[in-house]
C-alpha cells in the first residue's frame, strides 16, 4: 500500500467513525427507529453518498453503533470490575453506576440494554449482538465475584454465574425505572438489592 492508499483509508476509517458517532449520539437521544439517515449524514457532515459507502443499509449502521457501545461499555466495567475481589469493591462499583445515573438524573437508560428493549424482538443480528455484549458485562461481575470465592469473601455455597447474573437483572431494571421516574432512586433500590443477595453468603457475619 502506498501512501495515498494509507491517506484514503485513514480518511475513509474517519469518516466512518464520524457516522457511527453522530447516529451513536442521535439513537441515544431518539432511539434506534426513530433515527433517520438524513439526520445522521447532516450531523456527521457526510453525504449519502459517503453513508452508503460505509454502510449497505440502516441496519448495518445499528449494528455499527452496538458494536461502538459494546466496546465503550465492556472497556469501562472492565476497568473496574478487573479490581474488584472484595464487597467493598464491589460497593464502589455500584455507587459508580449510580453517581453516573444521578448525574443524567435517571434519562437515557443503558447503553445496551435501551437497544435490546427496542431491537431484540425486530432485529435478529441485533439482538445476537446485544447479548453477547451484556454476557461478556455478566462474565466481567462472575469473574469478580469468583475471586471474592477464592480469597474467602464468599462462602462455599455461592455460585458466582446465578450471582452476576442476578445483579445484571437488576442492574437493567434499575434503569429502565430510573429513566421512567427522571429519579436514581430506582437504581439505589435495585443495587442494594443485589448486594443484599451477594452478602446473604458472606463468611464473615461483620460483612452480612
Known sequence: MNDLDRRLTARGA???ARIVSAADELMSL???A???LDEVTAASG???SQFYRHFGDKSALVQAVIALRGERVLEREEQYLRRVDSLNGLDRWCRAILQRVTARRGTRGCELGSLSTE???QDESARIDLEAHLTSWISLLTAALERMKSNGTLSEDADPQTLAT???AALQGGYVLAQAARDPGPMQI???????SVRAHAKSADDK
Open 14 to 16: 474517519a469518516t466512518r
Open 46 to 48: 457526510t453525504s449519502k
Open 166 to 168: 442476578g445483579i445484571m
Open 30 to 32: 431518539k432511539g434506534a
Open 190 to 196: 435495585a443495587l442494594d438489592l443485589a448486594m443484599g
Open 34 to 36: 426513530a433515527t433517520t
Open 119 to 121: 431491537l431484540s424482538d
